[in-house]
């Protein structure tokens, strides 16, 4: 998507001042993080075969799956809360957020130092109740972005291991009910080889939901038995760049937003450069890919990447390990499109995952 198709998407979304805004953080990154994460579990209610989350304390045997403790949260808070004053989003863990039962006292906790930042929130959808959902309504959530892999029950429980396809659906109906469009509700396509068919007929199906965005993602693969999954590669993929073709024709006959990834793996960086991540320990790294050894896996290429970190917040001054040289130069490199060694493996910084997703198709 150009700049300038982004802004008018924003205005027209967000309204003139907070795309502003959002456009003085873009700005600024380079001073003060824009987004910030606080890594607030390791463990998910799912237990999917191809997610990291399902490797920790097996392959990744450092890792001891838990919940971040709400007194310590307050302390890692507490320690950031001056550049919390200048973000315009928090995310709370990469994983399911509502799976941690002190995630509004966590949100309300935030929002002391700045009640105009934004939770957007990545979920599976087994955990938004109607309890849930109301408590949701009360807080700045902008956007909820569930992850449905397609529009098929054996399709969806094939993949996403412990889900259940008709509780998602039943949720997700509930929440469009209640939010009554004050949250956007996306939804997320993880595109593979098993569940590509089904992207055409997949639109409609989200139409019928009152999906108001469809976000198509790449499959990231760690290990090797998980290659054979993903559909891009360094030449393309003429048959389902096809199928996204017909899929965008139907969005667009539809009237429902979708975006894509590319399916030409090249250097495209990633937009980690305005984020600011924190683990449980109060440690700073780039993603939440590089806070521990991370096996990858890319084009019959494989390796245990060891983990990037910049500093703890509790040790040192946490802007001063936003700005300090490796820190920038690793951010610079992302912005520039640039991959970074350590990021060699990851799909995620040729394009071909969720970043650089883009609104046209070729």
């Not at 096996?295 to 001054?317: C, H, M, Q, R, Y």
Request: with cysteine; glycine share 4%.
């Amino acid at each position: 998507m150009r700049e300038t198709d982004y802004y008018i998407t924003k205005i027209k979304k967000l309204g003139i001042k907070k795309t502003i805004n959002l456009g003085y953080s873009k700005l600024m990154y380079s001073l003060y993080p824009s987004i910030i994460n606080v890594e607030i579990m390791n463990k998910c209610n799912l237990k999917c075969k191809h997610c990291r989350v399902t490797y920790h304390g097996n392959i990744m045997e450092e890792v001891d799956p838990g919940f971040l403790d709400y007194a310590y949260f307050t302390k890692i808070i507490d320690r950031i809360s001056p550049l919390i004053k200048k973000a315009h989003t928090f995310q709370f863990s990469t994983v399911e957020p509502l799976f941690h039962k002190d995630i509004f006292k966590m949100m309300d906790y935030v929002s002391i130092y700045n009640k105009s930042i934004e939770y957007p929130l990545l979920s599976n959808g087994m955990l938004l109740t109607e309890k849930n959902i109301k408590k949701l309504l009360k807080r700045n959530i902008p956007s909820i972005s569930i992850s449905l892999d397609g529009c098929k029950k054996e399709t969806v429980e094939s993949f996403k291991t412990n889900t259940n396809f008709d509780r998602v659906i039943s949720n997700i109906k509930l929440l469009k009910m209640l939010c009554q469009k004050k949250i956007e509700v996306y939804a997320v396509f993880v595109a593979t080889s098993k569940n590509i068919h089904e992207l055409v007929e997949y639109i409609s199906f989200c139409k019928n939901l009152h999906i108001d965005r469809i976000l198509v993602n790449g499959f990231a693969s760690h290990l090797p038995e998980n290659s054979h999954l993903y559909l891009y590669s360094k030449q393309g993929n003429p048959e389902v760049n096809k199928i996204f073709r017909l899929a965008y024709d139907n969005a667009k006959k539809q009237n429902i937003d979708i975006e894509f990834p590319s399916l030409i793996a090249k250097p495209s960086g990633c937009g980690m450069h305005i984020n600011m991540n924190i683990n449980e320990k109060g440690d700073v790294y780039p993603c939440i890919m590089l806070a521990r050894k991370t096996p990858f896996e890319l084009f019959s290429k494989s390796a245990t990447v060891n983990p990037v970190i910049w500093g703890n917040i509790f040790d040192d001054d946490p802007l001063s390990i936003w700005r300090n040289k490796k820190n920038i130069q690793f951010r610079k490199m992302l912005k520039k499109k640039v991959v970074p060694n350590e990021c060699s493996l990851c799909a995620n910084a040729y394009g071909v995952i969720c970043s650089n997703r883009n609104s046209k198709i070729k």
